[in-house]
Antibody
Framework: EVQLVESGGGLVQPGGSLRLSCAAS????????MTWVRQAPGKGLEWVAN????????YFVDSVKGRFTISRDNAKNSLYLQMDSLRVEDTAVYYC???????????WGRGTLVTVSS | EIVMTQSPATLSVSPGERATLSCRAS??????LAWYQQKPGQAPRLLIF???TRATGIPARFSGSGSGTEFTLTISGLQSEDFAVYYC?????????FGGGTKVEIE
């Protein structure tokens, strides 16, 4: 069974940093693109970042470029999102999702809440 | 960036009836269109990909159609568990973008 479990969310002050993790199981992690998607309270879904199977390609939404870094450790079946210079508008539930080549996001984790507030 | 526009924002439907949800892309996305269902406090669930192919385990009452810029999700014979928010998403071009969602509520 495919499982994605996010962790690392919490309350952080504006300008602070946070590192999210996503533990994957039930599939060959190294064979898939992986993604972070976020959802602000009461709002819709926003794709944040993607990383290729070997980490050689990474894409980010414009609003987080230069502030967020996506990485993965295929030996540990783990995906990460390093978030620096956090802003109030980054407050959201952050979901980890799997993205097969040529497909949309087929499996999602339950999400982890990031709150940026003073 | 491809802008995805969903309509209506809210759809009130009685159980057993049919719901028709629309999604429009600002430019062609071919058939690279997905639909997701999200219930309160839960992660989104993939319903449809390739504009019309049901994902694994999705009941036949969910059907998708369209190509290019105009897409439709139809839910036939709405059941209580179908009342939720539905999002379309294009995966034809970076950045991948979602519509704003349609909430299907009980009339």
């Amino acid at each position: 069974e495919v499982q994605l479990v996010e962790s690392g969310g919490g309350l952080v002050q504006p300008g602070g940093s946070l590192r999210l993790s996503c533990a994957a199981s039930g599939f060959t992690f190294s064979g898939y693109w992986m993604t972070w998607v976020r959802q602000a309270p009461g709002k819709g879904l926003e794709w944040v970042a993607n990383i290729k199977q070997d980490g050689s390609e990474k894409y980010f939404v414009d609003s987080v470029k230069g502030r967020f870094t996506i990485s993965r450790d295929n030996a540990k079946n783990s995906l990460y999102l390093q978030m620096d210079s956090l802003r109030v508008e980054d407050t959201a539930v952050y979901y980890c999702a799997r993205k097969p080549n040529g497909w949309p996001f087929d499996y999602w984790g339950r999400g982890t809440l990031v709150t940026v507030s003073s | 960036e491809i802008v995805m526009t969903q309509s209506p924002a809210t759809l009130s439907v009685s159980p057993g009836e049919r719901a028709t949800l629309s999604c429009r892309a600002s430019q062609s996305v071919s058939s690279n269109l997905a639909w997701y269902q999200q219930k309160p406090g839960q992660a989104p669930r993939l319903l449809i990909f390739g504009a019309s192919t049901r994902a694994t385990g999705i009941p036949a009452r969910f059907s998708g159609s369209g190509s290019g810029t105009e897409f439709t999700l139809t839910i036939s014979g709405l059941q209580s568990e179908d009342f939720a928010v539905y999002y379309c998403q294009q995966y034809n071009k970076w950045p991948l973008t979602f519509g704003g969602g349609t909430k299907v509520e009980i009339e």
